[in-house]
């Protein structure tokens, strides 16, 4: 067969599988048409919806329930985590107190146990994101400091001179200012 010849004939064999489609799909269709006519399975249909409907709401219940229970839960443990970090300092502090109730202990040991424990519950706020704001030398910030006195100092005027107690920070968010001495021009 020479290509000529060919292209008809695959040209009828597409026409004719597209008639059978066609009829295929009219049929099905009548079918259809049919049977949405028919009030049985209209009501059948309906029910369906009907359990469909009632699933999803039972689904979506059940999502709010244990959304609800989640935060619920995460209120109530919120802390668990930075109370078990600050478990160390707080059995720091009661060998501290041990260890002063016996006589043979020295006063410099006592501040060595002192030390390490400041220590130790510094590294625990760190690790939590609280920061201390210890602005010696930095310029005045009325979002970081609250000035308790002015005084007439060598060097720049509006920068801290001393802390009287420090700020912190929980991550960037001010949780207690820095209270200091704020210099001036003499």
């Known amino acids: 067969m ?9 040209e009828n064999m597409t026409q004719d599988l597209n008639q059978d489609m066609n009829k295929e799909e009219q049929a099905e269709q009548s079918v259809t048409a049919d049977e949405t006519l028919d009030p049985r399975v209209l009501a059948e249909k309906l029910a369906e919806r009907d359990q469909e ?14 959304v609800e229970r989640d935060i619920e839960n995460a209120r109530k443990f919120a802390l668990e985590r930075f ?9 720091s502090l009661e060998m501290g107190i041990q260890a002063s109730e016996n006589e043979h202990t020295s006063l410099e040991k006592i501040r060595e146990g002192s030390e390490m424990t400041l220590n130790l519950f510094l590294q625990t706020m760190e690790k939590f994101g609280v920061h201390p704001v210890h602005p010696v030398g930095e310029r005045f910030n009325p979002d970081h400091h609250q000035a308790i ?17 420090k700020g912190y920070l929980l991550r960037d968010r001010l949780v207690r200012p820095a209270l200091v001495v704020v210099s001036k021009n003499q």
């Open 53 to 66: 409907i009632l699933r999803l709401h039972a689904e979506m219940e059940n999502l709010r329930k244990r």
């Open 149 to 165: 006195s002015v005084q007439p100092h060598e060097g720049p005027a509006d920068h801290v001179i001393s802390v009287m107690q």
């Open 83 to 91: 109370v078990d970090g600050l478990l160390p300092v707080i059995d």
């Open 2 to 10: 020479t290509e000529q010849s060919k292209q008809p004939h695959d």
